[in-house]
């Protein structure tokens, strides 16, 4: 996808080396102490970004300057594809680099024959759970959780927690 001063596509190796910046950047935006640590510090792992890349499972907005301005890492869960960050950089927001994102991560879904979207988020912040939202995704109830094939959500959420995290809500969304 493409549009005027930014265009997706597949990550590539060599994009791998501005997506902690970018990550760090964007978790500067929150307010202080809802992540552990100093923003940038609890990055998503390169070595995972790797993996994620090497499935297919990793896209970066490409700004007219040739860099990453953002990302989306994906994990295949099963039957379901779980959206384990996607961090727009502060410079590049509130141009539809988040939407075109989260369309490419749902043409993907449909390619590989998978109909469930899910992401763990901040509950409270605006443009966290209320932004998925709009996107279709809604909030999984305690019995849904419960539920063996969401068993990753209920893990990836008590981590959050026991990490400081608080306020946080697993969503999904079925196409």
Same mark, same amino acid.
């Given at each position: 996808?493409?549009?005027?001063?930014?265009? @997706?596509? &597949?990550?590539?190796?060599?994009? =791998?080396?501005?997506?902690?910046? @970018?990550?760090?950047?964007?978790?500067? !935006?929150?307010?202080?102490?809802?992540?552990?640590?100093?923003?940038?510090?609890?990055?998503?792992?390169?070595?995972?970004?790797?993996?994620?890349?090497?499935?297919?499972? =990793?896209?970066?907005?490409?700004?007219?300057?040739?860099?990453?301005?953002?990302? !989306?890492?994906?994990?295949?869960?099963?039957?379901? =594809?779980?959206?384990? !960050? @996607? $961090? $727009?950089?502060?410079?590049? !927001?509130?141009?539809?680099?988040?939407?075109?994102? @989260?369309?490419? =991560?749902?043409?993907?879904?449909?390619?590989?024959?998978?109909?469930?979207? /899910?992401? /763990? /988020?901040?509950?409270?912040?605006?443009?966290?759970?209320?932004?998925?939202?709009?996107?279709?995704?809604? $909030?999984?109830?305690?019995?849904?959780?419960?539920?063996?094939?969401?068993?990753?959500?209920?893990?990836?959420?008590?981590?959050?927690?026991?990490?400081?995290? $608080?306020?946080?809500?697993?969503?999904? &969304? /079925?196409?």
């Amino acid at each position: 996808m493409s549009e005027p001063g930014w265009t @997706i596509r &597949k990550a590539r190796p060599e994009d =791998l080396a501005y997506l902690g910046a @970018i990550e760090a950047a964007g978790d500067a !935006q929150f307010p202080p102490g809802r992540f552990p640590g100093e923003p940038g510090s609890d990055n998503v792992p390169v070595a995972e970004l790797e993996r994620g890349r090497s499935c297919g499972l =990793l896209w970066v907005a490409i700004a007219e300057d040739s860099r990453p301005c953002a990302f !989306q890492y994906v994990r295949e869960e099963g039957m379901h =594809l779980h959206l384990r !960050q @996607i $961090v $727009v950089h502060p410079d590049h !927001q509130r141009r539809g680099i988040g939407r075109a994102l @989260i369309a490419e =991560l749902e043409a993907e879904a449909r390619r590989r024959g998978i109909a469930i979207l /899910t992401l /763990t /988020t901040f509950a409270d912040i605006a443009w966290n759970a209320p932004v998925y939202r709009r996107l279709g995704f809604r $909030v999984l109830s305690g019995e849904e959780l419960a539920s063996p094939e969401s068993m990753y959500l209920s893990a990836e959420l008590a981590a959050e927690l026991a990490a400081g995290m $608080v306020e946080r809500v697993a969503m999904m &969304k /079925t196409l």
